[in-house]
């Protein structure tokens, strides 16, 4: 069976500093893979997606994410945190064949000024 | 990507009382779904709706508590039944895309008292 864990429920950062969400997963086939932001009192937006092509996947307001199999991660980074970053931020797999998503428990990210 | 919007944004409503959600999508679909998020909590997905077939719901979701229509291509119902606080939630729907990518609506938020 297919599962995904996010290592942190909570992250605080410094603005101007890196971010780092942690994600593992589980998959019996080559994964797709997705992360998604939600805003407090919003929807769920998509950042950014693997799909088996290339490892380092680059989404939308600077995150970006690399997909190592030998590791199971699929951790999301951002070079330098913004104020409006702060959210909540989901790792998702795609259950192979079937179209389901997988979700993970979420990371809160605080930013700090 | 695809504009999802949903209706009611936000209710409150008795308990034993019955609330229908709509979802509307901005281009025809073929594979919509229906999500709970309950209060600081990941989604679960409820059920998965396709037209001109009956919803599939997941283990612990069932059709007399969460009736789903699914009339057309750009359109959905999810009914919340005999409702109680414990249905207190986020209901979000989603709809697939290419590439097995999930676009969601805004979410609809409730109250059960």
């Known amino acids: 069976a297919q599962s995904v864990t996010q290592l942190d429920s909570h992250v605080s950062v410094s603005e101007g500093t890196p971010v780092l969400l942690r994600c593992n997963y589980s998959?019996?086939?080559?994964?797709?893979l997705f992360w998604y932001v939600q805003h407090p009192n919003k929807g769920l937006q998509l950042l950014l997606k693997y799909t088996s092509a290339a490892t380092l996947v680059k989404g939308i307001n600077g995150f970006e994410a690399e997909f190592k199999k030998s590791e199971t991660s699929f951790h999301l980074t951002k070079p330098s945190a913004h104020m409006s970053d702060a959210a909540e931020y989901f790792c998702?797999?795609?259950?192979?064949?079937?179209?389901?998503?997988?979700f993970g428990t979420g990371t809160r990210l605080k930013v700090l000024a | 990507s695809a504009v999802i919007s949903q209706k009611p944004s936000r209710d409150i409503c008795q308990r034993g009382t019955s609330l229908t959600i709509q979802c509307q999508v901005d281009s025809q679909v073929t594979m919509m779904f229906w999500y709970r998020q309950q209060p600081g909590q990941s989604l679960t997905l409820i059920a998965t709706?396709?037209?001109?077939?009956?919803?599939?719901?997941e283990s612990g979701f069932v059709i007399d508590k969460f009736p789903i229509s699914r009339p057309n291509l750009t359109f959905s119902t999810l009914t919340v039944s005999n409702m109680s606080p414990e249905d207190s939630s986020i209901y979000l729907c989603?709809?697939?895309?290419?590439?097995?990518?999930?676009?969601f609506g805004p979410g609809t938020r409730l109250l059960v008292l």
């Open positions: 998959s019996s086939y080559s994964p797709s």
């Open positions: 998702v797999v795609s259950e192979a064949g079937t179209y389901k998503y997988i």
């Open positions: 989603s709809v697939e895309m290419a590439q097995e990518t999930q676009y």
């Open positions: 709706a396709n037209q001109g077939s009956e919803a599939t719901y």
